[in-house]
């Protein structure tokens, strides 16, 4: 069975920090394209950060300089390190796996972030 279970998430004061996780069972991730999304209310899902599977990486603008995705092909764990959180990056946040050769395509449950004082 094929399973991405995100954790890590909960509720943080503005500049504060929170390390998501990706745990992936059912298939081994070293040779797929990782990524994190986030989707707020009434919003369209948005891409986060991406790390190929040769360990690149890139991020959307408003994130650029204050998250780090990084991945852990030994555990078959990605994480999102979140630093200086802002209102904004409210929002519940999808893991990704895709496979580059095929049409597969998995995705996570989500958890939620919030940032509020």
């Known amino acids: 069975q094929v399973q991405l279970v995100e954790s890590g998430g909960g509720l943080v004061q503005p500049g504060g920090s929170l390390r998501l996780s990706c745990a992936v069972s059912?298939?081994?991730?070293?040779?797929?394209?990782m990524s994190w999304y986030r989707q707020a209310p009434g919003k369209e899902r948005e891409l986060v950060a991406v790390?190929?599977?040769?360990?690149?990486?890139n991020y959307t603008d408003s994130v650029k300089g204050r998250f780090t995705i990084s991945r852990d092909n030994a555990k078959n764990t990605v994480y999102l390190e979140m630093n200086s959180l802002k209102p904004e990056d409210t929002a519940v946040y999808y893991c990704n796996a895709a496979a580059a050769w095929s049409f597969r395509n998995y995705w996570g449950q989500g958890t939620q972030v919030t940032v509020s004082s």
């Open positions: 059912g298939f081994y991730i070293y040779a797929y394209r």
């Open positions: 790390i190929s599977s040769t360990g690149s990486t």
